[in-house]
């Protein structure tokens, strides 16, 4: 049985054309943009490197870990080896070892593996009981998954604006969103710093809503010594690869301290099959209790994931200076809106940078400009979610999320990995000061 029954009445599965109210979207027949009204402010992801340069100067990507992986690669190759001799690359038992690391590293008390962080959020949404219809609450301004997990769980978006400092859901703005369907509050931790935890669980409470958190970024991140994912009923985690601990291709995680919510997702990720116990999946013949998918992690994956995770905080110190070195050139630069600030502020706090974004009224023109002189760069999000064409039945109107439609238009990120030399830090940051400089004295 599929997770998602076809309906011709169900909007998300069969999406209506587009109304006055949505934004106009055509495509090619390719499925490609071809065209787009003048205020809708899409704007190309440029990587470096991938064009000649102007004035010849060395490419800077907007991600590589080639260094630090050449760094790792004996521990690596290492724990691929002890795979492959074991001729199990799935069912084995890199994937319990995994889970149990992590769940030292983030005091949860239940960590379940899975092939994708998208994935860990459908299937924690629904071990914890989502139904179909239920409406959950989620940022405007967040990577399409947030949404479309919750569509393929069989919920209802119902969409929340953002603080513009954190980018994170605004609790006064949850708060005058939740209606009669609200059952579950979904924070997104963004960037490099959490959401207002304290304040968004009040208002839950206040609601009796169920609170699963978006921490697919947040790995590392705490609150009053609580790590990201464990302030609800559970959270995710992404190991993509460029994320801060990455796997070499897709993989995910649910974090929980519910041992309900642990063996339902467990049992999910594995066409519902349960009996599930460490470094064990169920057999074939075992019974299915629910209509689960293929969701498993890979032991290759696992096993690359243990390798790193021993040298995260590294990687997370690491980070942590390159944004204080961004912060400290670009803090005065006329033409920047914003630099990241983060929340992190009493005991037992601490915020992680996943990517170091800065806000900019010419930000199409600077990624242009960036690009011919050979620096990447990423562009979060163009697009916010109530405005993406597969929810445009909804009726959401430009202007209804005036913070998340400003990040849309304002945000890019620039180059951030720990292979970036402090030489390519500088040269990013002069190649922005110039080019805003320029255009004030343009204007």
Known sequence: MPLLTKCEDDPFLFPRPSTPNSVDIRYD???????????????????????????????????????????????????LDEVFHSGKFSHGKQVGQLEAALARYTGARHVVGVNSGTDALVLLLRACGLRPGDGVLVPAYSFFATASAVVLAGGRPQFVDIDPLT??????????????????????????????????????RRHGLTVVEDSAEAIGMRRRGVHAGLHGAGGVL??????????????????TDDPDVADTVAALRHHGRTGRTLNDFPAIATESAWPGLNSKMDDLQAAVLLAKLPLLERQIARRAELAAAYTARLKDVPGVIRLPRTTAEGPGDRDVYYVYLIETEDRDALVAHLDRHGIGTEVYYPVPLPHQPVFAHLGHRPGDFPHAEAAARHAVALPFHPDLAPGDLDRVCDTVRSFLAGRRAAA
């Open 167 to 204: 980018y994170a859901m605004d609790p006064a703005a949850l708060a005058a969103a939740v209606t009669g369907t609200s059952r579950f509050v979904m924070p997104v931790h963004l960037f490099h710093t959490m959401a207002d935890l304290q304040a968004i669980t009040a208002v839950a």
């Open 238 to 255: 992404s190991f993509f690869p460029s994320k801060t601990l990455g796997a070499l291709g897709d993989a995910g995680a649910v974090l």
């Open 29 to 79: 027949s390719t499925g490609r943009v071809n065209e787009l009204p003048s205020e809708t402010h899409f704007s190309a992801t440029t990587k470096g490197g991938l064009s000649a340069t102007e004035g010849g100067s060395r490419p800077i990507p907007f991600f590589s870990q080639a260094a630090t992986f050449a760094q790792l690669w004996p521990a690596v190759e290492k724990g």
